[in-house]
């Protein structure tokens, strides 16, 4: 039981409804009598929602709210995700030269031992060629041969192996929408013109017709433009724009070119002069998005860009353009208002982190609800935990272009040439000398631990060519019986996994969109 009576949340995208299942869920149901829960929104416009990847946290926090599987499948138009593949991040190349796969799945043990330990002794020994993310893991045989992460009889959330959404995040945001209604939130389609302040914090809103909305706690889930937290509360921005340039994205779907063109089981994000593009396919469409930094590049320029990288395929819609803010509000939880999504903190998109901050948060916001009484000191925990989990969001990300090799224009010579955050920094040097450890990162919010960055190291030609403590005492038969017995476990894996299109096909009767072909306009 806390001292919040009841809760107003400003803003229905993704973030918004988000956290009014979420708190419904748990704060709502910590309590006798029902916690009162308000959603006010403008009412969205009718477009076409935008296509997004999500990682694996995603299917604990559906499961935590009780919702099925299959809901994502019928009513968000959602594919799954095996991991991400970077194309040209290293030197510009053609793929599949300048490849690289970070799979969700960490690599094996055996004898004791990561996999990435026995294929780092027989790499510095000149006995293996083979990409570590190959060598290593099961999942990257998943990527080449478009195949689902889940088998035909894996229960709902569960998998050999761990998997991420491809999705419709309208539809999402409309799904999650629907749960919460049904569960008592009430629901204020409206324009927040005004909000009142007293000496607690935020009194109430007040909508553009008049109508005054009053609460204890609010949740500002506003996107970038943060009506309560910042405009309101005065909260300032920490800006990471020194440190990631790109600062604007253009996306545009595409209609897929035959009935059953293969479905994609991982995200795409291709290096460009001036930025990255991606790809994700979903049920009825592939989306695609170009991210760059407007220093270097137009507008103009970012949608030819767009159109080159996707080929023959047709645009579903015309360019949509946004103005990304990266950073974070300095304390995402002031007085009595939480701001989530892009009103809390944003990153580009390159390891799909959107709503897998948004989940963080709310975890985090409700394990430090205090009881009645001074909260000050959850307060300024979570604050001070965000901070650090935003710049550890920030390092990773940052690390995907600072260790490129790529110098070939203004944009990569600017983002490899960056003075790096002083942590990455520290970090990066250690891993020139010894290869990475759990050990290594004092701080673990997030969630990338060593086996992440080891595949990021690993692609970009990063790792130490000495140092790699114990496993070198490993004997290389040892070693080479480990990726023997990867590579069994993968011939097996490609054989008994559906490809993506089998396993929605398997789902029919429940599930499957028609997918869009050239030519015909979403709704
Ligand atoms: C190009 C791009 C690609 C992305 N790709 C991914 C991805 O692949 N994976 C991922 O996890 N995340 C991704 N994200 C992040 C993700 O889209 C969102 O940032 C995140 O889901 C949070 O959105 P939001 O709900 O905070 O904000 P928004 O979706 O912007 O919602 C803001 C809400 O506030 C409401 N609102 C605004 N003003 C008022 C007002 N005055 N009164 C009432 N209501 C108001 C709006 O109606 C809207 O409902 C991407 C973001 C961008 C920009």
Same mark, same amino acid.
């Given at each position: 039981m806390s001292d919040i009576q009841s809760i107003v949340i400003v803003g229905g995208g993704t973030a918004g409804w988000l956290a009014a299942c979420y708190l419904q869920r748990t704060l709502g149901a910590a309590r006798h009598a029902p916690l009162p829960i308000t959603l006010v929104e403008l009412p969205a416009v009718g477009t076409l929602g935008t296509e997004e990847a999500t990682v694996?946290?995603?299917?604990?926090?559906?499961?935590?709210?009780?919702?099925?599987?299959?809901?994502?499948?019928?009513?968000?138009?959602?594919?799954?995700?095996?991991?991400?593949?970077?194309?040209?991040?290293?030197?510009?190349?053609?793929?599949?030269?300048?490849?690289?796969?970070?799979?969700?799945?960490?690599?094996?043990?055996?004898?004791?031992?990561?996999?990435?330990?026995?294929?780092?002794?027989?790499?510095?020994?000149?006995?293996?060629?083979?990409?570590?993310?190959?060598?290593?893991?099961?999942?990257?045989?998943?990527?080449?041969g478009h195949l689902s992460p889940k088998l035909m009889d894996s229960p709902d959330y569960q998998a050999p192996v761990s998997y991420g959404y491809h999705l419709d995040a309208a539809k999402l945001a409309m799904l999650?929408?629907?749960?919460?209604?049904?569960?008592?939130?009430?629901?204020?389609?409206?324009? %927040?013109? *005004? =909000?009142?302040?007293?000496?607690?914090?935020? !009194?109430?809103?007040? #909508?553009?017709? +008049?109508?005054?909305?009053?609460?204890?706690?609010?949740?500002?889930?506003?996107?970038?433009?943060?009506?309560?937290?910042?405009?309101?509360?005065?909260?300032?921005?920490?800006?990471?724009?020194?440190?990631?340039?790109?600062?604007?994205?253009?996306?545009?779907?595409?209609?897929?070119?035959?009935?059953?063109?293969?479905?994609?089981?991982?995200?795409?994000?291709?290096?460009?002069?001036?930025?990255?593009?991606?790809?994700?396919?979903?049920?009825?469409?592939?989306?695609?998005?170009?991210?760059?930094?407007?220093?270097?590049?137009?507008?103009?320029?970012?949608?030819?860009?767009?159109?080159?990288?996707?080929?023959?395929?047709?645009?579903?819609?015309?360019?949509?353009?946004? %103005?990304? *803010? =990266?950073?974070?509000?300095?304390?995402?939880? !002031?007085?009595?208002? #939480?701001?989530? +999504?892009?009103a809390g903190g944003f990153m580009e998109p390159l390891e799909s982190t959107g709503l897998y901050a948004v989940e963080w948060m709310l975890k985090l916001f409700v394990d430090h609800v205090a009881p009645a009484g001074d909260s000050s000191g959850c307060r300024a925990r979570v604050n001070r935990l965000c901070a650090d989990h935003f710049e550890e969001l920030r390092d990773f990300i940052v690390a995907h272009y600072a260790l490129s090799q790529r110098r070939d224009t203004p944009f990569w010579r600017a983002?490899?040439?960056?003075?790096?955050?002083?942590?990455?920094?520290?970090?990066?040097?250690?891993?020139?000398?010894?290869?990475?450890?759990?050990t290594d990162l004092d701080r673990r919010l997030s969630m990338f631990g060593t086996p992440d960055w080891t595949f990021i190291l690993a692609g970009l030609h990063r790792l130490p060519s000495r140092g790699i403590g114990l496993s070198g005492h490993i004997s290389p038969e040892i070693s080479l019986k480990a990726l023997a017995h990867v590579k069994g476990i993968r011939q097996q894996a490609s054989q008994q996994s559906p490809t993506m299109r089998d396993y929605l096909r398997s789902l029919q009767g429940t599930v499957v969109r028609e997918p869009a072909r050239a030519g015909r306009l979403m709704n």
């Open positions: 694996p946290t995603l299917r604990g926090t559906m499961q935590a709210l009780g919702l099925p599987e299959t809901a994502l499948f019928t009513d968000a138009d959602a594919t799954l995700t095996n991991g991400i593949r970077f194309n040209g991040w290293r030197c510009g190349g053609p793929a599949p030269d300048d490849s690289y796969d970070h799979p969700f799945d960490v690599p094996m043990p055996f004898h004791g031992f990561a996999t990435t330990a026995h294929w780092l002794n027989l790499r510095q020994r000149g006995l293996t060629q083979q990409p570590m993310a190959q060598a290593c893991t099961v999942q990257t045989t998943l990527f080449d999650l929408q629907q749960t919460a209604l049904a569960r008592g939130v009430r629901h204020v389609p409206g324009r %927040v013109a *005004r =909000v009142q302040r007293g000496e607690a914090g935020i !009194e109430s809103v007040e #909508l553009s017709d +008049g109508r005054r909305i009053e609460g204890s706690f609010f949740v500002d889930c506003t996107g970038s433009q943060s009506l309560l937290l910042q405009q309101a509360l005065g909260v300032p921005w920490v800006s990471y724009a020194g440190w990631l340039p790109c600062d604007r994205a253009v996306s545009m779907p595409v209609a897929y070119a035959r009935e059953h063109e293969p479905l994609r089981s991982f995200t795409t994000a291709t290096a460009q002069a001036a930025g990255w593009t991606w790809e994700m396919d979903l049920q009825s469409r592939r989306g695609t998005g170009h991210v760059y930094a407007s220093r270097f590049c137009s507008d103009d320029e970012a949608v030819h860009v767009l159109r080159q990288a996707q080929g023959t395929h047709r645009p579903l819609a015309e360019p949509r353009l946004q %103005v990304l *803010r =990266v950073g974070h509000a300095a304390r995402v939880w !002031e007085q009595n208002c #939480l701001a989530l +999504g892009a983002a490899t040439e960056a003075v790096l955050p002083p942590r990455l920094a520290e970090l990066l040097a250690l891993w020139d000398t010894k290869v990475p450890t759990p």
